[in-house]
């Protein structure tokens, strides 16, 4: 059984900073991409940055420039480092993963329960 649990969350004032972290545990052969996404109230979901094994990453427009996305291959985990933040960055912010189980399995998507990031003065 595979989980991903997010955290590092929480409210901060607009231009602040917050680091989510999110570790992957259980039964992994290889993790492929890991990334995050985000879904504000009355919105849908989108993606906010992913990145693969290798370290090539992927951005969503609205925060280049604002978020770095990093992994720690040996920990299992993703990190996503967000700077300047705005109010318009309040969400759930939600990790996935493309996880082998096995050498034997394909690999699947993963998704944790999310962490809410509050921008507000």
């Known amino acids: 059984q595979v989980q991903l649990v997010e955290s590092g969350g929480g409210l901060v004032q607009p231009g602040g900073s917050l680091r989510l972290s999110c570790v992957a545990s259980?039964?992994?052969?290889?993790?492929?991409?890991m990334g995050w996404y985000r879904q504000a109230p009355g919105k849908q979901r989108e993606l906010v940055a992913d990145?693969?094994?290798?370290?090539?990453?992927n951005y969503a427009d609205s925060v280049k420039g604002r978020f770095t996305i990093s992994r720690d291959n040996a920990k299992n985990t993703v990190y996503l480092q967000m700077n300047s933040l705005k109010p318009e960055d309040t969400a759930v912010y939600c990790c996935?993963?493309?996880?082998?189980?096995?050498?034997?399995?394909?690999?699947?998507?993963?998704w944790g329960k999310g962490t809410l990031v509050t921008v507000s003065s």
């Open positions: 259980g039964s992994i052969y290889r993790i492929d991409a």
């Open positions: 996935n993963a493309q996880i082998i189980a096995t050498m034997w399995d394909d690999g699947m998507d993963y």
């Open positions: 990145i693969i094994s290798g370290g090539s990453t």
